[in-house]
């Protein structure tokens, strides 16, 4: 490492929290798939920022339309009208076929945002008893960092030290129909499920259980809420991971690659009556729904489609997946995935994902690990063939290389 490395590294671990445990790279470039080390070094990003730089890094109109607007207005707050919210409002109706609009800025705003929301709907609408209201999750889920997510989560990392935590959340297993139906009481407002489980290594439900899951909580008047934050605008394959067994969500949640990785924007989006429930004054934020925000999104979203983005992510997943597959390596436990959202969990015996990423780091590539014994991959959606072909070269070579 160079004295500058160094230099940042020492002045990250003097001044900042230790609540990350990066790879060992300082980035300072990035455009299309590759970043760029302070030294120079290129790198393959498989990680995407966590799916937030799906369109690549500093998307050429992405970036225009940021700029555009940041010369013209920033922020109004939610006190006076701006020109970029209404159309905000419609092309992203339009796209995603919903009714009503919520914006936020970070992926857990919008969490927080649906639970409020779906609360208020239990009781104003459904008729809960004032403060029974109850929402399912799923073992193993990841919805964010705050302090009211963190409550229902199964991480003892995550939980450990945090609480006393807000009541109200009933936990069962993921990709259990049977398990959801016998959770559901009369008091039960909400389903909140990833369609995807990202942060727990990809983790794909069996085949028809979101289609059981709809019609559970049709029949019993439960609104399914799909964190789409991670699987959402095209990493799978699809625009969203739901239309993959034809389904439709009552209240949808959006980020990360809602602003390309330009700007933290977020959205709640509802296909029913849920938001209506919500009168001034009840639920805000400064930021949300900013002139700024609003631009970046509609451009990101206009690119995903313009430039065949979510076809691209289900051709060269289906590649990539097929690729990780090919490796004939002892060290791997299984292989899954689906559209540009995939994983390579290892056997514990060949040791922790983390320096598997660290020699891939080696190779020219950047992976995440996760849960231990799993590699995460999900490069942005404008990767090629070419590029898929050289990345699957550098994992054979060091999924197959003998580390004892």
Same mark, same amino acid.
């Given at each position: 490492?160079?004295?500058?490395?160094?230099?940042?590294?020492?002045?990250?671990?003097?001044?900042?929290?230790?609540?990350? #445990?990066?790879?060992?790279?300082?980035?300072?470039?990035?455009?299309?798939?590759?970043?760029?080390?302070?030294?120079?070094? $290129?790198?393959?990003?498989?990680?995407?920022?966590?799916?937030?730089?799906?369109?690549?890094?500093?998307?050429?109109?992405?970036?225009?339309?940021?700029?555009?607007?940041?010369?013209?207005?920033?922020?109004?707050?939610?006190?006076?009208?701006?020109?970029?919210?209404?159309?905000?409002?419609?092309?992203? #109706?339009?796209?995603?076929?919903?009714?009503?609009?919520?914006?936020?800025?970070?992926? #857990?705003?919008?969490?927080?945002?649906?639970?409020?929301?779906?609360?208020?709907?239990?009781?104003?609408?459904?008729?809960?008893?004032?403060?029974?209201?109850?929402?399912?999750?799923?073992?193993?889920?990841?919805?964010?960092?705050?302090?009211?997510?963190?409550?229902?989560?199964?991480?003892?990392?995550?939980?450990?030290?945090?609480?006393?935590? #807000?009541?109200?959340?009933?936990?069962?297993?993921?990709?259990?129909?049977?398990?959801?139906?016998?959770?559901?009481?009369?008091?039960?407002?909400?389903?909140?499920?990833?369609?995807?489980?990202?942060?727990?290594?990809?983790?794909?439900?069996?085949?028809?259980?979101?289609?059981?899951? $709809?019609?559970?909580?049709?029949?019993?008047?439960?609104?399914?809420?799909?964190?789409?934050?991670?699987?959402?605008? +095209?990493?799978?394959?699809?625009?969203?991971?739901?239309?993959?067994?034809?389904?439709?969500?009552?209240?949808?949640?959006?980020?990360?690659?809602?602003?390309?990785?330009?700007?933290?924007?977020?959205?709640?989006?509802?296909?029913?009556?849920?938001?209506?429930?919500?009168?001034?004054?009840?639920?805000?934020?400064?930021?949300?729904?900013?002139?700024?925000?609003?631009?970046?999104?509609?451009?990101?979203?206009?690119?995903?489609?313009?430039?065949?983005?979510?076809?691209?992510?289900?051709?060269?997943?289906?590649?990539?997946?097929?690729?990780?597959?090919?490796?004939?390596?002892?060290?791997? $436990?299984?292989?899954? +995935?689906?559209?540009?959202?995939?994983?390579?969990?290892?056997?514990?015996?060949?040791?922790?994902?983390?320096?598997?990423?660290?020699?891939?780091?080696?190779?020219?590539?950047?992976?995440?690990?996760?849960?231990?014994?799993?590699?995460?991959?999900?490069?942005?959606?404008?990767?090629?063939?070419?590029?898929?072909?050289?990345?699957?070269?550098?994992?054979?070579?060091?999924?197959?290389?003998?580390?004892?």
């Amino acid at each position: 490492m160079s004295a500058s490395v160094i230099d940042l590294l020492a002045t990250e671990a003097r001044f900042g929290a230790n609540n990350y #445990a990066p790879i060992g790279v300082v980035l300072s470039r990035g455009e299309g798939v590759w970043v760029w080390d302070t030294e120079g070094n $290129r790198y393959l990003d498989c990680l995407s920022a966590y799916s937030a730089v799906s369109q690549g890094h500093c998307h050429p109109k992405i970036l225009a339309a940021m700029v555009e607007q940041a010369h013209r207005l920033t922020l109004t707050s939610r006190a006076f009208h701006n020109d970029q919210l209404a159309l905000f409002y419609e092309e992203i #109706a339009a796209l995603t076929g919903s009714h009503k609009v919520l914006p936020m800025n970070s992926g #857990a705003e919008a969490v927080e945002s649906a639970i409020k929301s779906v609360r208020k709907w239990g009781y104003e609408v459904k008729g809960v008893p004032d403060g029974e209201a109850e929402i399912i999750v799923c073992a193993d889920n990841f919805h964010g960092r705050t302090l009211g997510v963190v409550g229902f989560s199964t991480d003892a990392e995550t939980r450990g030290h945090f609480g006393p935590f #807000a009541p109200g959340f009933k936990i069962i297993p993921f990709g259990d129909a049977t398990a959801l139906e016998q959770a559901i009481t009369p008091n039960t407002v909400a389903f909140l499920v990833e369609p995807i489980q990202g942060e727990a290594g990809v983790i794909i439900p069996p085949a028809g259980y979101f289609t059981e899951v $709809r019609e559970l909580c049709t029949a019993n008047n439960v609104m399914l809420v799909l964190d789409e934050i991670q699987t959402g605008l +095209g990493r799978t394959g699809k625009l969203l991971a739901e239309q993959h067994e034809g389904i439709e969500a009552d209240v949808t949640l959006l980020g990360k690659a809602l602003s390309g990785g330009f700007y933290p924007v977020s959205a709640v989006l509802s296909n029913n009556d849920v938001l209506g429930t919500l009168r001034p004054g009840q639920h805000g934020s400064t930021f949300g729904g900013n002139p700024l925000a609003c631009a970046v999104a509609r451009a990101a979203m206009r690119v995903l489609v313009e430039e065949g983005m979510i076809e691209n992510a289900a051709t060269q997943g289906a590649r990539f997946l097929q690729g990780l597959k090919d490796i004939r390596a002892n060290t791997i $436990r299984e292989v899954r +995935g689906r559209g540009l959202m995939l994983a390579v969990e290892l056997h514990p015996e060949a040791g922790r994902a983390r320096r598997y990423c660290e020699a891939l780091q080696g190779k020219g590539i950047l992976a995440k690990d996760t849960h231990e014994h799993t590699i995460r991959i999900a490069p942005p959606l404008v990767i090629t063939s070419d590029q898929v072909d050289w990345a699957l070269e550098q994992f054979a070579t060091v999924l197959t290389q003998d580390f004892s």
